[in-house]
């Protein structure tokens, strides 16, 4: 019998899911992960459908507009972005999701700089990484260890069980 059993499984998976959300320090990421997982071969995976998680979670260099008259506009409080409202649902998930103000949102944008809750720049970054990745293995890794050696106790009382009280010999 194969130590590997759904039930095992799923506790796994639940695990890394919740320590993925607890880590990341992203609140749109953590928010939109999932995870599945299979039993032959075991495997376990947590997604996210953000193409911009990655540079989330490794960094980014500068990032700059080569065409001139181009910039880069965000905002202090994302709740104040058009271009994501409602947060954090709004968040592209794919590059071409990605909302580019039109003139009256522009002419908007320019006034909540001036508020001063929009900023505007023609370069940014670099962007520290944000790995999240290795508290999450520890912690998985020392609850996974617990939990198979919980399982395989199991595994060794049940085919032991058959054998208590077995007298050898005379």
Known sequence: MSLWNDKLLKDLTRKA???NI?????????ESFT??????????????????AR????GVDFVRFPVRGEWLIWYKNPEDDPRIAPVPR??????????????EEFKQAKEDRKAGKAIFVRSA?????????????????????IRLEQEMKKEADRILKPLRG?????
């Open 22 to 30: 607890k880590f990341c320090g992203s609140r749109a990421i953590s």
């Open 125 to 145: 970054g670099p962007i520290p990484p944000h790995d999240w990745t290795p508290k999450v293995f520890l912690f998985w890794t020392i609850y996974a260890k």
């Open 90 to 103: 709004g968040y592209p998930v794919r590059r071409a999701d990605i909302k580019h103000f039109d003139e």
């Open 17 to 19: 899911l919740e320590l």
């Open 166 to 170: 077995l007298r050898i010999g005379s």
């Open 35 to 52: 995870a599945s997982y299979t039993i032959n071969p075991p495997h376990i995976d947590i997604y996210t459908p953000y193409y911009w």
């Open 55 to 58: 540079y989330y979670k490794n």
